[in-house]
């Protein structure tokens, strides 16, 4: 049985009866948990495990999901990973039948009373929104419960006009668990200095002596309940005692290890990286050395220590359990989300009618278009430009979304007129340039500054010669429309990637 409940749980073997999809059941005795978590919890404890708030979408604080609402089925692709990935939508199959029951979110030392609103199933298309990524842009709509408090006051003021919206890595819980329990406090090692004391020297040199190997780094992070000690430590070199991997034989291993200790006790987790004889170690890309796990909340269950960690890399962003037992301590991992940087604004059906609506209303318009391809593209840096087309590549608008979310028309192509870009020492320019009929060649010339329009220089030459020009409406001589042309910087061609969709 002990040596199923491990090897179970760290293939995230966490198995729960499922009701129907999208049910909201109580909490208590809503949930049948198979033996393996009955050994690690208690026999026949049904209250459903805290939960996390991951992100908000400026409104609403959110419970991310990390795998599809419709239960998997196995086949022959997926019959090697189908147990643990049916058992990871077990999971979170339990969160959503008990979403309205997390009510509690620990913030701090207090308890702040929450209430569930509804789930994110669809995006504005009726698309799935995303799945197991955390956004850096809150409008990207991600599948999700989402929660409020139950009071207005509990949300904190940033300022006079604004409120912080929580949502970063915080444990709810529903009453049967906290009724269950007893929450223990946490108090950080970090020094003023923000300096994280080492490991004493005995404790030290107990695991370099278990394992064979040098420490080359080890931190005491938190004291627990005013018991517990959680610690890390991080050995030099290859492990060389990993399992091999199935897939590369070659690999080697790095290795650090989790730490609770009580007194004389220490419970160990091994967290495996990458070992290279030239590199050296590695756990996360763009990372230097061992990221810890934080602990966020603890508590004394029925059968000892129950522990929430979060753990925060570069590019990813884990939550879950730890559970010291028998010497090891067992992880229960919920899912490792994925960290996006630097994303472009999503732009949906309604964002492309109204954008298709200014064009049709533009007065300088003579042509009947329908457009059916769209793109982000980068004229400067700071706003966010739109890039529409037809669908032969004749016309096309470019269109910057504004604060409030409107968008503005600022150029527009015709089979004559293109478009291309320039830059220089922070001005950045869009052209639109082409033939005018006959031998004349026409340029408008937009230039912007720190997200700001602040020239639009149009000419018309004839044969080479400046026929009319103006900047900023006010008409120019040639000898200084000349002069503005000759200091302009080379025009490049605007890299975008076109979709296609249905007006």
Known sequence: ?????????????????????????????????????????EENDTTP???????????????????????????????????????????????RRNAAQYTNLLRGDKIVRLKFIDEVLKDPDGGTPSIGEIHGREDIPSLCARFDYADAKDRRAKSDEESVVDGWGLVVTTDSYMKSRRRLDIKSCLAESDTIPPLSADIVRQLEKEYGMKVVRSSKRSIIGQRYIHATVEFAGEYKNAPKDKYDADRKYALALELIIDSARIYKLEQLGYYDPEWGTTWNADADGYISNDIVAAFEGPKGLELCYTHAAPESYAVGMLFPREGSLVKVEYDIFHCMIDEEAPVWKKDLAAMQKLYDADETVDYDVQFTKWAHCHIDYTNEWIWLRDKDDENGAFFIRQDDG??????????????SRMERNGTYYLKIAGSAGGPSWAQEIRAFR??????????????????????????????????????????KDITAFFRDYEP
Not at 22 to 34: Q, R
Not at 406 to 419: H, N
Request: charged share 25%.
């Open 1 to 41: 049985m002990k040596k199923l409940m491990l090897v179970a749980i760290c293939a995230m073997a966490v198995m729960f009866s499922c009701k129907s999809k999208g049910e909201t059941a109580p909490a208590d005795g809503a949930d049948s948990m198979v033996a393996v978590i009955d050994s690690i919890i």
């Open 49 to 95: 495990l805290p939960m996390f708030l991951i992100g908000n979408d400026r409104k609403y604080m959110q419970m991310l999901y990390w795998t599809d609402i419709e239960e998997p089925k196995k086949d022959d692709d997926n019959a090697e990973y189908f147990e643990s990935w049916h058992n990871s939508w077990e999971l979170q199959q339990m969160f």
């Open 406 to 419: 409107t968008f503005r028309l600022i150029a527009v192509e015709t089979p004559k007129l293109r478009a």
């Open 450 to 491: 720190n997200g700001k329009l602040v020239e639009t220089f149009n000419v018309i030459e004839v044969e080479g010669n400046i026929d009319g020009c103006s900047l900023n409406g006010r008409d120019l001589s040639a000898e200084e429309g000349r002069a503005y042309l000759d200091k302009l910087p080379e025009a």
